[in-house]
């Protein structure tokens, strides 16, 4: 009986120390998916850029970064984006430079739940890439 008693107070050891070591991973990529800041919206990569889609109300935003999280400036940028809108007709967006690291468009038709999009990227010199999102829209 008492080996038993030491298996098992070995086990809850073991256990405890499992639940330790994975809790402070969880917490951190809880709060912002591991880049130590809160998002809005679903960042992708995108070529060498990261590309974070917003919707709200009637307007979608690209904010672009670098690898480093530093806002890179979105005047020599454009972008274009497939989306899905309500009975899964396709619309096709144009994303035009919004002011420092941002691109703009507007979202003038309706759709269900997430906004689901297909995003391709381009720079000075042609496609960058293409992501795909499915974004929480803040209506």
Do not use: C, W
């Amino acid at each position: 009986m008492q080996r038993r008693n030491m298996i098992s107070a070995a086990m809850a050891v073991a256990a405890a120390s499992i639940a330790a070591a994975a809790a402070p991973t969880a917490r951190a990529q809880g709060a912002g998916g591991a880049h130590g800041h809160a998002h809005t919206g679903q960042e992708q990569k995108i070529g060498p850029y990261e590309v974070e889609l917003n919707v709200r109300g009637g307007d979608a935003t690209l904010a672009i970064s670098d690898e480093k999280e530093q806002p890179v400036d979105a005047s020599r940028f454009s972008a274009t984006a497939v989306a899905l809108a309500r009975g899964n007709e396709r619309r096709t967006m144009e994303f035009r430079p919004a002011g420092t690291n941002r691109l703009a468009a507007r979202v003038d038709f309706p759709f269900d739940g997430k906004f689901r999009a297909t995003v391709t990227l381009r720079g000075p010199g042609g496609d960058l890439g293409q992501a795909r999102f499915n974004v929480d829209a803040t209506r």
